[in-house]
């Protein structure tokens, strides 16, 4: 079964943009989040509510690589994938496109923990969604 | 007894600035937290402490004058003082200035709310430090 | 001529919100810019076009009012219009609601300059936007 | 010659923190500005004058161990270093400790541009303040 995939499309406000009228570097790892987390929604379970039972998936590494410029009030593509997991690390890959080039690529990897702060096995229910199965509540 | 006041120093960094080079105007609201911050620092008790008496004093009004710019990598002063407070409100009153010129002004107007989010009186040892006086452990 | 308004939708991500779990006061500022950048777009000119025409639309003034908590990952409504205009000044009026309450209100207050940053007339093509004509390029 | 090396303090603020109460992933990033803008501070040339003789130094590629959560107003130490330099690449080498432990780790790639935004090689007055030396105006 393929890693599970979303595309959502984000267009910089000001706010976002450093005095190069571009993109600032950390707010690339926002874009991250937000493709993330729409990616787990697709699935039938949002991140908010998988943080209401209990559990959390803080990120333990990130790495972006920065090709050409997202530019300000240009509507950019979020493509997330759940690259590879295991029974105690996800990690999700991203591309930031525009209709010409990828922009930028990177990873987030991320640990489980629960309700307490300890690091537990990807929860079972969680690794069937990575693979593409729809949640039922 | 006179309002509290403090002065502290903050250099904008890039990620704080825009594409004209100048603080983005919602980060104004970032300045004025640390401004008030450490007002109540100096006092004895440290917000964080504050909140982990089970308060919380969150923003219900603020307003922001743009007067000149605050640019990248200079250095500015943020003076915050106790404006006014009675049983329920108490104001804080900020001004942003350079070496030569103030170049923003604001106010933010908080509550008292408790550990289960019910707006409360504001705590009698709050007030004394509002007052001026040193808030002893 | 009513002025004109537009409503967008936005959900906040982990990085918009605090330690409370809600938006982080300063946020606000973010979400009126959004409405206001898109307000704008509607009438055919965006606001990158506006400022590669050699003007800029700085904040003057803003206020905001905090009602009720905007929360992680809950869209809310944000409701933009053109309060007033005159020769030298633009009033926006925000309210930020969800499917029940009004959450936020506030409004900004902008003037123009021109490319050498000198203050200038509100330019006539702008004013008529704001009056609710469409944009012809 | 050792690389250069530099050492600041940074406490985080509510607008940093997002709901776990710890400094959000993104933000990491802004403490890495905060280094390395400091770090070059103390060569004798700032990053901003650095830009007014018409150069940038973008970030090609960054990466972040997060190993333990930074808490909201708890000061840490940010811990820069030039950890490697050729003729087109600078990488920076970053750590954030509290009085105990390594809470972060983390690299950041970058660059030369010139005004016109062309790839250029590391000018050699920047080489030598790599390498130690500094900086006379």
Chains 1, 2, 3, 4 share one sequence.
């Not at 707010?27 to 787990?40: I, K, Q």
């Not at 997202?70 to 990690?91: A, C, G, L």
């Not at 930028?104 to 537990?120: C, F, P, Q, W, Y």
Request: charged letters at 30%; one cysteine or more.
């Amino acid at each position: 079964m393929p890693p599970i995939s979303d595309r959502i499309t984000y267009r910089p406000i000001y706010g976002d943009c450093d005095r190069m009228g571009v993109l600032y570097n950390a707010n690339y790892l926002r874009l991250f989040e937000m493709g993330r987390t729409e990616l787990l929604r697709k699935s039938g379970l949002s991140y908010d509510e998988f943080e209401k039972m209990g559990f959390i998936l803080p990120v333990a590494r990130a790495r972006i690589e920065f090709k050409k410029p997202v530019k300000y009030d240009e509507p950019v593509d979020i493509i997330t994938s759940v690259k590879t997991h295991d029974r105690i690390k996800i990690t999700f890959d991203y591309e930031i496109r525009n209709s010409e080039f990828l922009l930028a690529a990177g990873e987030t990897v991320h640990t489980t923990l629960n309700r307490d702060g300890k690091l537990i096995e990807v929860p079972e229910f969680l690794v069937r969604i990575l693979e593409g199965e729809r949640f039922h509540k």
